[in-house]
């Protein structure tokens, strides 16, 4: 099955770039270019992508608030958001708006291609020495917040979870860690998700900054 992609950058040449290595892959597909924010929502809605590289900084809309109309309006696509600097600030409100990742603009070629293919598989992109930093810069930014009551209906375990995969560890290294499948995490994964009304694992992550079972520079 072909990934379809949508290259959103007010750049053309960084968006002939993508378009050049995503279509270079067999499994991928650019589907779409769109020059500024609102072009991109009104493709999404039209093309229907699996994956948006979305760009920061755009004319008119940018990819922030771009990435906050798409989820709240429903749309399927998981957004890979794509930054010149690697702790760029808006990015954190990206992440919270309901992005699925960041990527530098210097990323190499293969690594871009499977990032794609990781937040088509539901998977979201969390780098270990990118969002890590970025979220231990930003935690003590964030709202004072009560522990929400929905995350009490987590187990033990599924607690346990949540906080490795804050800690921007993989489904591998959470299995190996805890002395489970790889298969097991992910049933534990997809139970934190449902039971408290997140999106992927990024937003796990966020709110497991937000109520304290992570703390900025904790180690993993």
């Known amino acids: 099955m072909t990934i379809g992609v949508l ?17 270079a892959r067999d499994d991928l597909s650019v589907v779409g270019e769109a020059g500024d924010g609102l072009e991109a929502i009104v493709l999404a809605e039209r093309l229907r992508p699996d994956v948006i590289l979305m760009d920061v900084r755009m004319p ?8 906050r109309r798409l989820v709240q309006a429903g749309n399927p696509a998981r957004v890979i958001m794509l930054t010149t600097f690697d702790l760029d600030e808006p990015v954190f409100a990206a992440l919270r708006a309901g992005a699925s990742g960041f990527l530098l603009k210097d990323t190499r070629p293969a690594d871009l291609a499977e990032a794609v293919r ?37 187990t033990d375990r599924e607690v346990e979870v949540l906080t490795l995969v804050a800690r921007a560890m993989s489904n591998a290294e959470i299995a190996q860690r805890l002395v489970l499948s790889q298969a097991t995490v992910k049933t534990h994964l997809s139970a934190i998700l449902t039971k408290l009304d997140l999106r992927d694992r990024v937003q796990a ?9 992570v703390r900025p520079g904790s180690a993993s």
């Open 7 to 23: 290259i959103a950058d007010d750049q053309d040449l960084v968006r002939a770039g993508l378009s050049m290595i995503i279509d």
């Open 60 to 67: 008119g809309l940018d990819g922030i608030e771009a990435t």
């Open 118 to 154: 990781v937040v088509a598989r539901g998977e979201a992109l969390l780098a270990p020495t990118v969002t890590r930093r970025l979220l231990d810069r930003f935690a003590d930014q964030l709202p004072g917040a009560a522990k929400p009551a929905r995350l009490d209906l987590l």
């Open 205 to 213: 992550a966020v709110l497991a900054y937000e109520v304290g079972l």
